[in-house]
């Protein structure tokens, strides 16, 4: 085997996916925010670039990134929960303009199921996202921008609430109070869920769709980190009692019919 992927963004998810890859034989590249982090990883036998990407454009080495690829993986992170103001639109069309003057083909876009609003309620691949957030508007504009290029075919993966390793997302709820949306179903996935499923895609050539990447368990927000709070020892939280209300809950249909994929991990 002599793929060569790219992963744009070795970081939480990016560096165990670049491990793994190794392990199956491919020739994996990426790209990090710093020259201290690119050294460290080619010390451990990577080809890592610093990288940048901003509004203002790219800063680095994204020519030797893109160079001689066959697929490459995005999981830049769009930084838009912090309120900073930012335009990852541009960002990403920064990016893509780059991509579209190198020989890359294949193309596997992270995005998330916030482009999803909570009114749209159930929804699948085929329900067409109507999000209501800036984040989610942002997200879902990168996803169109990449999925109608013909310079190359894409493949977007709409991860639910990333968990594993030290990512406990019940350790920033604990002990807080009167919190919202209790009977608002979990939309969550283990890290290395993630990573088969984008092994998978890699592996069954599945480009040019949409995989909605969440875990078919959907218990209810509240009952799911009280009991996750009381296993890892931390004051449970508390949700307020509210009206029933519609909440979104993702579901795939595309992972078991084109990947034939089932989740290995719980949530």
Request: hydrophobic letters at 40%.
């Amino acid at each position: 085997m002599n793929k060569t992927v790219a992963i744009a963004g070795l970081g939480w998810l990016g560096q165990p996916l670049a491990y793994h890859l190794a392990t199956l034989g491919y020739i994996v590249k990426g790209s990090v925010t710093s020259v201290e982090k690119a050294t460290l990883l080619q010390k451990n036998g990577f080809e890592a670039y610093r990288v940048e990407f901003s509004e203002m454009g790219i800063d680095g080495e994204i020519n030797a990134l893109l160079d001689n690829l066959e697929y490459l993986i995005i999981m830049i992170p769009p930084g838009l929960r912090k309120n900073t103001g930012a335009d990852y639109v541009l960002k990403m069309t920064h990016f893509l303009e780059a991509i579209k003057k190198a020989s890359v083909t294949k193309i596997i876009l992270v995005s998330s199921t916030s482009v999803y609003d909570d009114a749209q309620g159930k929804v699948t691949e085929k329900d067409t996202p109507a999000p209501n957030t800036i984040a989610g508007k942002q997200l879902r504009q990168v996803e169109q921008l990449f999925s109608n290029s013909d310079a190359f075919q894409t493949t977007i993966v709409r991860f639910g609430g990333l968990l594993g390793g030290s990512r406990q997302p019940v350790k920033y709820l604990a002990g807080r109070k009167d919190l919202a949306d209790g009977n608002a179903p979990v939309n969550l996935i283990d890290r290395k869920d993630c990573i088969n499923i984008l092994v998978a895609v890699l592996k069954k050539d599945a480009f040019g769709t949409i995989f909605n990447a969440v875990n078919p368990s959907h218990p209810k927000k509240a009952d799911y980190y009280i009991e996750k709070a009381k296993a890892l020892g931390l004051d449970p939280p508390t949700f307020a009692v509210t009206s029933e209300e519609e909440f979104k809950q993702v579901d795939s249909e595309n992972l078991p019919a084109i990947l034939n994929y089932t989740f290995q991990y719980s949530i």
